[in-house]
């Protein structure tokens, strides 16, 4: 186990600063930079747009049916760029932009599936988002949504919250918060896949 551990620190010292716990909520690393953190919550620090997009990769792989992404950040902090890659992932045949001025893309595999991405930056009111449907979304395939404080209580309860920090002109910090046991699920698969922990 010790040389498992010592892996891990390396693999982390030379690629991503990061503070995980394990499922059973115990601290397999902690930057000096970060806190410790609990089971239902994955920080990191991204070093590139490139960096950024294969996190959203990762993210992307275990995406279903359903799921609710939540992308919060100020403009220009890497909510579209996560996107991109979150869509790669999950097997998109379409490019990814931001859908500021449509408010919803809907992007399309192979398999028929389709993954909504919603930018709720320029709804103006609660009302005004209802109109969206995001139900019916949910039936027909995941939704990410950027900007979801614009929508108030018709976000469900479980869900994945992703907040992006711009902190230099390609440095991103990046905190995943799972709320529900799908989510948990979901973010112990992108531990999984980026550490083996």
Known sequence: MKGRESSIKFLLFTWLPVSITSKAGQAVYNSPIMPILDSHTLEFFSRSPEQTRRI?????????????????????????????GLA???????????????I????????????????????ESVPEAEEL????MLEEGALIIEWPERLGNLIPKDRLLVQLDHVTEEHRQMRFHARGKRYDDLLDGVRQSLFGA
């Open 56 to 84: 959203g990769m990762r993210l992307g792989g275990g995406i279903k049916v359903g799921d609710v992404i939540c992308l919060q950040g100020d403009l220009g902090a890497g909510k579209t760029t996560f996107t991109q």
């Open 88 to 102: 790669q992932g999950w097997g998109s045949q379409d490019s990814v932009s931001s859908p500021t001025f449509m």
């Open 133 to 136: 449907d995001l139900d019916s």
């Open 104 to 123: 919803v893309n809907v992007y399309r595999r192979e398999n028929g599936g389709q993954l909504f991405h919603l930018d709720a930056y320029r709804l």
